[in-house]
Structures are given as structure tokens and as C-alpha cells.
């Protein structure tokens, strides 16, 4: 079956820009979470969702950084104002429930690059 | 509270020879533990995972990781590393509460030299 998708893979946008980033999961999983990864970092948690809330925000770095899921399936990363320390790997991940013992299935990511 | 800590941000072995990664982690709670891979412009897959079950946990490609609450530890194996192998690897701990949200340690680098 289909996996995890993003789109777009790669976006160059100019500093001061507003990007979006698409996430497409598996379907029926509940469990929506976006990440960021720097190069030679582990993946840092951004947002969680489950269904169409957002059951935690915690890790979203200020408020440039917006994500929504209006209908409980593909979700959508919101930046505005984009910066330079913006640029890194986003990857989204669902999972079926999101319980603690859960498989997270990821895509591949879109690598946002600001100049 | 949660934590997890990759020993190693690189490991470098013979093709043929064994594999060790290590991982540490701090949990106030039963822990579930994972192991991912991520080669080169692929996405992240998951290796195995320890969800209190058996402690010995087996995953794909002959990769096993062993659950030891006593050192709080969950170290991945394999008996002979294989050219393929050569990837980033990520320790995850995630706990039952909250909104389980999933820990990354920040990786080790496998190397296998021909």
C-alpha cells in the first residue's frame, strides 16, 4: 500500500518567505507528527496530531511555525517570515493510534533550504 | 521525563565482523524502545522495537537489540555487518502518558569498510 508522502522534496525560497509543506499519510492512521532534522542531528519533534487536533504543539520553535489538519488525513506545515536557521529536513510521520508502543511509518521528507 | 543517549556518533567496522550500537535511556515509566534507519535519501524505517514483551527483540536484516532495565540500556546488534548495513541509526524511547511523543537520540553513523 501506499506509504507516507511529502511534498514538495526539495523548496529554495528567499528569507522573509512563507512556505508550505505538505504531508500525506497512511491512510486511516490517527497519529500525524511533523519533525525537523538538521544535518548530523536526530529528528526534533515539532507537532503532534490526532486527528484533526493538535494534541501537542510543544516542540513548534515560535510562532512563524503554524500546522493544520483540517479533515484528519494530509497535513500541512505552515512558516512565515522563513530564516536562514529555518533550513533543514522536515519529515512527517504517522502511525496508526499514536499510543506509546506504535510503529511510526515516515516519508521522506522535503529539505527547505533559505537563502 | 525522557531521554535517550547514542554512545557513539560513529561506528566503523569490517565487512563480516559484528555490530555494536549503543544506546542509553532515562524514563520515569516502562519505556518503549526502537531502533531506525535511515541510508542516504531514504526515508526512516524502523529496525525493531521493544514494547514489553521479550527483552531480546529481533528485527529485519539480522539486527537484534536486548531490553536491560537494570543498566537502562538497549544496545543493537547484528553478527556480521554487511556492506548494505552502512546507514544512519536512531535510538528512540517513547512512554505511555502525555501524548507519546517519541525521544531521538542523534544518531550513529555505520561505516563498513570492504
Known amino acids: 500500500g501506499a506509504g507516507v508522502s511529502q511534498t514538495p522534496s526539495n523548496k529554495v525560497t528567499e528569507k522573509g518567505k512563507y512556505v508550505e509543506l505538505r504531508c500525506d499519510p497512511i491512510?486511516?492512521?490517527?497519529?500525524l507528527y511533523w519533525y525537523r532534522q538538521s544535518l548530523g542531528q536526530g529528528p526534533e519533534f515539532l507537532i503532534y496530531f490526532q486527528g484533526t487536533g493538535a494534541a501537542d504543539d510543544s516542540g513548534l520553535p515560535n510562532d512563524r511555525f503554524f500546522a493544520v489538519r483540517p479533515e484528519g488525513s494530509v497535513s500541512t506545515l505552515k512558516i512565515q517570515r522563513t530564516e536562514r536557521g529555518d533550513s533543514a529536513v522536515y519529515l512527517c510521520?504517522?502511525?496508526?493510534?499514536?499510543?506509546?508502543?506504535?510503529?511510526?511509518?515516515f516519508g521522506p521528507g522535503t529539505r527547505l533550504t533559505v537563502l | 521525563a525522557q531521554s535517550v543517549t547514542q554512545l557513539d556518533s560513529h561506528v566503523s567496522v569490517s565487512e563480516g565482523t559484528p555490530v555494536l550500537l549503543r544506546c542509553n535511556y532515562s524514563s520515569s515509566y516502562s519505556p518503549s524502545l526502537f531502533w531506525y534507519v535511515q541510508h542516504p535519501n531514504k526515508g526512516l524505517q524502523l529496525l525493531l522495537k521493544?514494547?514489553?514483551?521479550?527483552?531480546l527483540v529481533k528485527g529485519i536484516n539480522g539486527f537484534e537489540a536486548e531490553f536491560k532495565k537494570s543498566e537502562t540500556s538497549f544496545h543493537l546488534t547484528k553478527p556480521s555487518a554487511h556492506m548494505s548495513d552502512a546507514a544512519e541509526y536512531f535510538c528512540?524511547?517513547?512512554?505511555?502518558?502525555?501524548?507519546?511523543?517519541?525521544?531521538f537520540g542523534r544518531g550513529t553513523s555505520l561505516i563498513v569498510h570492504p
Open positions: 528512540v524511547v517513547s512512554v505511555p502518558g502525555g501524548s507519546y511523543i517519541p525521544t
Open positions: 491512510s486511516g492512521h490517527t497519529a
Open positions: 510521520a504517522s502511525s496508526p493510534t499514536g499510543i506509546n508502543t506504535d510503529t511510526q511509518y
Open positions: 521493544y514494547t514489553s514483551a521479550a527483552t
